[in-house]
């Protein structure tokens, strides 16, 4: 199908491009990696007459680790940090979850800023921000914000961000030392959006129990959910196969899952107990739990 007619802008500065995004409104969207905009486009769900393509902006290439936080300049594909070692040992949790991302070739386009502010319901990196408590630098004419991820998905497909502002940096805090993690889900096959997934830690405090546990559902809702009560429930218990059962059926109880022809809410909701209980635990064992 053809994409309807646009005008193709090409910014070598972010200044430019936010001034195109600022004089053009909601007749422009950004275009970075153009692996869910160009679809959406051909298929006539977004008709932006003009596109922003970021590409050429040097200043948002850059992969960073600033010791606390690992930054990901907006044009950072999720394949760089796939293959990045410095990624797979500081946040393992997104390590983990990049191959899920369709396959190599979208991987190799589609950029991790992209992800987040396309904020499909179903996509693991949104989920992956939610559960390292990560933030999005964002900028417009107007000024810069910096927002947590938590305040950033707003339901499917939309986010906090406003017409005239450009993601520009994704900063994703360094995993403790000590502190397990867990990225599992449920596909169809293979790089198919996911039917359902968990992101999971857990670190453990003085005498083996969990000091701080954190749980994010994903395709379960209009966003990626942090499971705090759950969470709460799970600071100072004793990290047993039987607190995981527990604590996997109370984050399963109270969802309200879409039911459509990949699966009913119940089945949804069974997955999502045993997804959560199966994160849980392989968080506690790389946290040190004995098996
Ligand atoms: C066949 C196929 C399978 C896929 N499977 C999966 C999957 O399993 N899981 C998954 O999560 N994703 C999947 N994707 C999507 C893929 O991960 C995309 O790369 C990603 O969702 C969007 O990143 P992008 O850089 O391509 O963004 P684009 O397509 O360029 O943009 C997507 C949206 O985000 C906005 N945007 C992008 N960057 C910025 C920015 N810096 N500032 C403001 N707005 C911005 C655009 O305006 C647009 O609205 C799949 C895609 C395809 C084609």
């Given at each position: 199908?053809?994409?309807?007619?646009?005008?193709?802008?090409?910014?070598?500065?972010?200044?430019?491009?936010?001034?195109?995004?600022?004089?053009?409104?909601?007749?422009?969207?950004?275009?970075?990696?153009?692996?869910?905009?160009?679809?959406?486009?051909?298929?006539?769900?977004?008709?932006?007459?003009?596109?922003?393509?970021?590409?050429?902006?040097?200043?948002?290439?850059?992969?960073?680790?600033?010791?606390?936080?690992?930054?990901?300049?907006?044009?950072?594909?999720?394949?760089?940090?796939?293959?990045?070692?410095?990624?797979?040992?500081?946040?393992?949790?997104?390590?983990?979850?990049?191959?899920?991302?369709?396959?190599?070739?979208?991987?190799?386009?589609?950029?991790?800023?992209?992800?987040?502010?396309?904020?499909?319901?179903?996509?693991?990196?949104p989920a992956v921000a939610m559960v390292?408590?990560?933030?999005?630098?964002?900028?417009?004419?107007?000024?810069?914000?910096?927002?947590?991820?938590?305040?950033?998905?707003?339901?499917?497909?939309?986010?906090?961000?406003?017409?005239?502002?450009?993601?520009?940096?994704?900063?994703?805090?360094?995993?403790?030392?000590?502190?397990?993690?867990?990225?599992?889900?449920?596909?169809?096959?293979?790089?198919?959006?996911?039917?359902?997934?968990?992101?999971?830690?857990?670190?453990?405090?003085?005498?083996?129990?969990?000091?701080?546990?954190?749980?994010?559902?994903?395709?379960?809702?209009?966003?990626?959910?942090?499971?705090?009560?759950?969470?709460?429930?799970?600071?100072?218990?004793?990290?047993?196969?039987?607190?995981?059962?527990?604590?996997?059926?109370?984050?399963?109880?109270?969802?309200?899952?879409?039911?459509?022809?990949?699966?009913?809410?119940?089945?949804?909701?069974?997955?999502?107990?045993?997804?959560?209980?199966?994160?849980?635990?392989?968080?506690?064992?790389?946290?040190?739990?004995?098996?």
């Amino acid at each position: 199908m053809k994409l309807p007619p646009l005008h193709h802008n090409t910014p070598a500065t972010l200044e430019e491009a936010l001034d195109l995004l600022g004089e053009h409104g909601d007749e422009a969207k950004v275009i970075a990696g153009g692996q869910s905009l160009v679809p959406m486009m051909a298929m006539r769900l977004a008709r932006p007459a003009q596109l922003v393509d970021i590409n050429g902006i040097a200043s948002l290439a850059a992969m960073e680790d600033r010791g606390d936080v690992l930054a990901f300049g907006a044009i950072v594909r999720e394949r760089a940090a796939e293959k990045s070692s410095v990624v797979a040992e500081r946040a393992p949790v997104l390590a983990e979850a990049l191959p899920h991302i369709g396959h190599v070739s979208i991987r190799n386009r589609g950029t991790i800023g992209g992800s987040l502010a396309h904020a499909d319901a179903s996509a693991e990196l949104p989920a992956v921000a939610m559960v390292t408590d990560a933030h999005v630098v964002v900028r417009s004419r107007r000024g810069e914000r910096i927002v947590a991820a938590e305040d950033f998905f707003v339901g499917h497909f939309t986010t906090s961000l406003a017409d005239d502002e450009c993601l520009v940096e994704v900063r994703v805090p360094a995993t403790l030392p000590g502190a397990g993690w867990s990225f599992q889900e449920v596909a169809r096959r293979q790089g198919d959006f996911a039917l359902i997934g968990v992101a999971a830690m857990v670190a453990l405090g003085g005498g083996g129990s969990i000091d701080t546990a954190r749980i994010c559902v994903f395709g379960v809702a209009e966003r990626p959910l942090r499971i705090r009560t759950v969470e709460d429930a799970l600071a100072g218990a004793a990290p047993s196969p039987e607190a995981f059962e527990a604590a996997a059926a109370d984050a399963a109880r109270d969802l309200e899952p879409p039911s459509d022809v990949h699966g009913s809410a119940a089945y949804r909701r069974h997955l999502a107990a045993v997804t959560v209980r199966r994160a849980l635990t392989a968080a506690a064992a790389r946290a040190g739990v004995p098996g």
